[in-house]
T-cell receptor, first 112, second 112 residues
């Protein structure tokens, strides 16, 4: 089955700097790659996703890149703000599969 | 705002008690999931369902059971709670495996 690895497990950045979180997946049949943000006391919430027919997607300060050949995808947050501090999860799934497979999560701390 | 609800939010219960964690969604989603999230933050899939009367065990073995009698309702039951069951339980739903999964706020269970 699919296996998703996520790095780093913790990341501290200064406010205004960029943050990058990387994930690799094992099953070349996976074609949907979402990123979730989990704030304290809440469930994870989708922040951006990408499908395998696209190499990059951007939404304001957040962007995701996908390299299908290398089977890895990354989350980029620019101009980080204290409210970006949270746990971030990457995930992968197949279009006709039944479940998402999540990475282990990254704790992002933005220092002001 | 996601229309998926979990009750209770917090539960402290004695060893040996039977408990049911409730999860309901009003989005008409076919797929529903239960995740266990420990302090190490990783999301472990313990049960999923792709429609009424279908349930499957997830990647992490769990002593809990689930049922899916109605599309909107996916309760999780522990017949005899033990301290090892202490964890956060997150319910989610999606229209498909490759579409956004919506998470509830979670139930934090403590077994004493």
């Amino acid at each position: 089955g699919e296996n998703v690895e996520q790095h780093p497990s913790t990341l501290s950045v200064q406010e205004g700097d960029s943050a990058v979180i990387k994930c690799t997946y094992s099953d070349s049949a996976s074609n949907y790659f979402p990123w979730y943000k989990q704030e304290l006391g809440k469930g994870p919430q989708l922040i951006i996703d990408i499908r395998s027919n696209v190499g990059e997607k951007k939404d304001q300060r957040i962007a995701v890149t996908l390299n299908k050949t290398a089977k890895h995808f990354s989350l980029h947050i620019t101009e980080t703000q204290p409210e970006d501090s949270a746990v971030y999860f990457c995930a992968a799934s197949m279009e006709y599969g039944n479940k998402l497979v999540f990475g282990a999560g990254t704790i992002l701390r933005v220092k002001s | 705002e996601a229309d998926i609800y979990q009750t209770p939010r917090y539960l402290v219960i004695g060893t040996g008690k039977k408990i049911t964690l409730e999860c309901s969604q009003t989005m008409g989603h076919d797929k529903m999931y239960w995740y266990q999230q420990d302090p190490g933050m990783e999301l472990h899939l313990i049960h999923y369902s792709y429609g009424v009367n279908s349930t499957e065990k997830g990647d992490l073995s769990s002593e809990s059971t689930v049922s899916r009698i109605r599309t909107e309702h996916f309760p999780l039951t522990l017949e005899s709670a033990r301290p090892s069951h202490t964890s956060q339980y997150l319910c989610a739903s999606s229209a498909g495996a490759s579409t956004e999964a919506f998470f509830g706020q979670g139930t934090r269970l403590t077994v004493v």
